[in-house]
């Protein structure tokens, strides 16, 4: 489907009125933590973390024990979520902060938009910043609070956060940032008595604000919140802070444990607020990462257990996230599934349990999760998933650098093209310790194969024009 013809049906089903069919049609909230490694909870085995409201949704729905993001770092993860496309066929695969979609992309707010669902997002975008084509409000959200430019994300005290394309000043943060901002607690009260504003707050009261206002559903709320990642600037004052200040850690991982208790709460809240307004079983909530653990933290938190590597490369470490799902009558309680999913698997996933396929754009590489989720089964573990980027969070042209790619137990992966691939039998060595290329050439030559056929170049990645001296708009 072209974006003449989504258009087209947009049109058509915007003659329905959005309060027809809502009853069949669930809410969907989306939950993503930045950075949050894969055992930084308790439902994946964390001893040191507290995070009983995440366990809890784990309990009441279904864990996923072999999930991953659609790529190693932030933005062209995203991507992946909102497109369905892997990262070779998405539009977005450079990490400078401010790339934007394509103008002719299909996200899954637009998706849904098609059959009368209010879309409203809530965090870091990273799609595009402010006066781009890539924004939000051009890609099916009627409101985005937060950052556009996930640069700007970094920040947990800045001057402004963006409402739906308009900047809206933050006083009291004024003077607070820094290119080598602090690590560790702030005080609420700064300089000149302004009480400091901490934006994972702001965007969290925001959020449970709309999702009140929509409650007469059907909506679709996209929480990507922009904690655990650093920069690790708390509020001294937060109770999750409390309980980990005196913890014989760094104050990196100190900060990284309350942040994930903090996320916890805040995961709370939201499910509270579902109890709340009667739509907790009308309501599909999603949790989980952006991509691998930033940070391993080992000897303290361990947030990548076994797994190799972490963010920024391709091994398990980097693209292995959480991943849980819950939906009472429809998703069985305790439940577990060990097939491969991905990103791209969302969008289709979505628009089967909202009966939104007819939106569904052609083209995606994703594959709907609906039947594992539901019990019956059927996804292919079999079938090809692909990773790429380049070798540099902030480095243009893009070039393709990293490539892996995992089909059923075999992984092939390399971190420079010009070197041969490696593999590894996940069933085997879930460590990726043990090299088996040499004595597997046929599967090597087989998705090696698959990779050339199924990968097409970007289009021009570029960080938009910015005033002098600025990192964002």
Not at 99 to 105: N, R, S
Request: proline share 7%.
């Amino acid at each position: 489907m072209n974006r003449r013809q989504f258009a087209g049906a947009l049109g058509a089903a915007s003659l329905m009125g959005r309060a027809e069919g809502a009853a069949e049609r669930p809410n969907v909230i989306y939950i993503i933590l930045d950075d949050l490694g894969m055992y930084d909870t308790g439902c994946y085995g964390s001893k040191q973390i507290q995070t009983p409201n995440i366990d809890r949704l784990a309990a009441e729905g279904m864990k996923f024990e072999t999930a991953y993001s659609g790529c190693t770092v932030c933005a062209p993860a995203r991507g992946t979520l909102m497109t369905g496309k892997h990262m070779g066929h998405s539009s977005v695969r450079a990490n400078p902060g401010g790339t934007p979609l394509a103008a002719e992309d299909v996200t899954m707010a637009q998706m849904l938009k098609g059959a009368g669902y209010a879309c409203g997002g809530f965090g870091k975008w990273g799609l595009g910043d402010i006066d781009t084509y890539g924004v939000p409000e051009k890609h099916g959200f009627d409101r985005f609070f937060g950052y556009y430019h996930q640069v700007h994300a970094h920040h947990y005290y800045p001057d402004y956060l963006i409402d739906t394309g308009k900047k809206v000043p933050l006083p009291g943060n004024r003077g607070v940032y820094s290119p080598k901002a602090k690590v560790g607690p702030y005080e609420d009260t700064g300089p000149g008595g302004l009480k400091r504003q901490f934006s994972g707050y702001a965007i969290q009261e925001e959020m449970k604000k709309w999702i009140r206002a929509q409650s007469g559903g059907p909506f679709f709320c996209y929480a990507p919140w922009t904690i655990p990642h650093g920069q690790h600037e708390i509020p001294g004052s937060d109770p999750a802070w409390q309980m980990y200040k005196d913890k014989p850690w760094s104050v990196d991982a100190r900060v990284h444990a309350a942040f994930v208790t903090m996320a916890d709460r805040f995961v709370g809240e939201t499910m509270a607020l579902l109890k709340e307004l009667k739509l907790e079983s009308k309501t599909l909530v999603f949790f989980s990462s952006d991509n691998g653990a930033a940070d391993t933290y080992n000897g303290a938190l361990d947030s990548g257990g076994i797994l190799r590597g972490k963010k920024t490369n391709l091994y398990e470490g980097g693209i292995r996230v959480p991943l849980l799902a819950r939906l009472p009558g429809r998703i069985q309680a305790g439940s577990k599934c060990g097939t491969p999913v991905y990103f791209p698997d969302v969008m289709p996933t979505v628009a089967e349990l909202t009966g939104t396929r007819q939106f569904l754009p052609k083209g995606i590489d994703g594959m709907s999760m609906a039947a594992e989720l539901t019990g019956r089964g059927g996804l292919k573990a079999e079938r090809p998933m692909y990773w790429e980027w380049n070798d540099g969070h902030f480095k243009l042209p893009y070039v393709v650098r990293m490539q892996a790619c995992r089909r059923g137990q075999w992984k092939i992966v390399r971190h420079d093209t010009a070197k041969p691939w490696e593999l590894y039998d996940l069933a085997a060595d879930p460590g990726e310790k043990n090299d088996v290329a040499a004595a597997n050439a046929r599967v090597v030559a087989e998705l090696d194969a698959w990779v050339r056929a199924n990968r097409a170049d970007p289009p021009e990645q570029f960080e938009p024009q910015k005033p002098a001296g600025q990192q964002w708009r």
